[in-house]
């Protein structure tokens, strides 16, 4: 028997889509960077929280940008990057298949005029 825990929230619906990446407030990608990189969250959670990454920074942050932030260790930094490079990548495949969807319902549209 397999029992279903409610933790308050609505549950997502397959069609729901999540908040875009770009949108993420400070608050957001504290807790994506708890999530992701959990290991070096109580070292570094800081820094993004005293520059005030948004979502919009994240996705821009490079190796460089790690190390200007303070992040020395360069195996934490390859880390994080690491993390911030497949989350760059999730968000550009959901924006393909975004645009993918848009040209197929404007397709339909134009058959059925």
């Known amino acids: 028997m397999v029992e279903e825990t409610f933790s308050g929230n609505k549950p997502k619906t397959r069609a729901e ?4 990446v770009y949108l993420w407030t400070v ?3 504290q807790k994506w960077l708890r999530r992701h990189c959990s290991d070096y969250y109580p070292l570094h959670g800081d820094k993004f929280l005293h520059h005030e990454i948004t979502g919009r920074v994240l996705v821009r942050i490079n190796e460089n940008t790690l ?3 303070g992040i020395d260790n360069p195996e934490h ?3 994080i990057w690491r993390e911030i490079m497949k989350l760059r990548l999730k968000t550009d495949i959901l924006e393909i298949k975004d645009l993918e969807r848009k040209d197929f319902s404007s397709s339909v ?4 005029a």
């Open 17 to 20: 889509r999540p908040k875009p």
């Open 27 to 29: 608050v957001e990608v």
């Open 67 to 69: 190390l200007r932030m």
């Open 77 to 79: 930094r390859q880390e």
């Open 109 to 112: 549209h134009s058959i059925i």
